[in-house]
């Protein structure tokens, strides 16, 4: 009898799955960031160096516009919106919601590609000079970066359109949003540093 009842008893649930996506994307956004920080250290320790003897850091005929660079940093805090409407969306079951931010999202990241694209047509800047060496393998590294979370943020929304992320189960896009962010935080410090303090 009591082995009747045992047997009559629903299986027991899943283990719960290790978020492995998750804290992969942590890792790598860590060292990202890390790696980034380095770079802009060197080109600010660069810069201090050479302002302290009393030169000037832009060779002459260069001048590094605010407004493309500011304008890609309004885009990308536009896009932190977007990038976690798409995650609560998919969290709501929302999918018609969820792919338009994504959507939203993609476009906005492709615009702050165009802005920095255009800002390099503007500054004048050779690539075989100390200076120009660092910002562009500063802000190009960063469009790597931005291609990288684009390409991430596609993949999840196939997913998505797929149906393996819908209501609690979202850990694919929430990775996503945590690449991205780290992609915006690492484009304010490039304003900061390159843009706006020159």
């Known amino acids: 009898m009591a082995a009747d ?8 649930a899943p283990p719960a799955r290790p978020r492995v996506l998750l804290v992969g994307t942590a890792l790598a956004a ?11 250290g060197l080109y600010l320790g660069q810069r201090a160096a050479v302002l302290s003897q009393g030169g000037t850091w832009l060779p002459d005929g260069v001048h590094i516009p ?3 660079g500011g304008i890609g940093m309004g885009t990308m805090l536009l896009s ?16 018609p919601s969820a792919y338009l931010a994504l959507g939203i999202t ?13 800002l390099y047509t503007q500054m004048g800047l050779a690539i075989h000079t100390k200076v120009g060496l660092l910002i562009y393998t500063i802000t190009g590294a ?14 999840m929304t196939f997913r998505t359109l797929g149906g393996e992320y819908h209501g609690r189960d979202r850990e694919g896009l929430v990775a996503a949003a945590l690449f991205w962010y780290a992609t915006i935080a690492v484009n304010a410090v490039i304003w900061y540093a390159i ?3 020159k």
Not at 30 to 40: D, K, S
Not at 80 to 95: E, I, L, Q
Not at 106 to 118: E, K, W
Not at 142 to 155: D, R, Y
Request: a neutral charge; proline letters at 4%; glycine letters at 8%.
């Open 195 to 197: 843009y706006v303090t």
């Open 66 to 68: 605010l407004t493309p």
């Open 5 to 12: 009842a045992a047997l009559a008893l629903p299986p027991a």
């Open 30 to 40: 860590g060292a990202t960031f890390m790696a980034f920080a380095g770079m802009i």
């Open 106 to 118: 993609v476009m906005f990241g492709l615009a702050v590609i165009n802005a920095t694209t255009f």
């Open 80 to 95: 932190a919106v977007t990038m976690w409407w798409a995650v609560d969306a998919v969290g709501r079951n929302d999918r």
């Open 142 to 155: 960063h469009l790597a970066m931005i291609v990288a979370g684009l390409v991430f943020a596609s993949v």
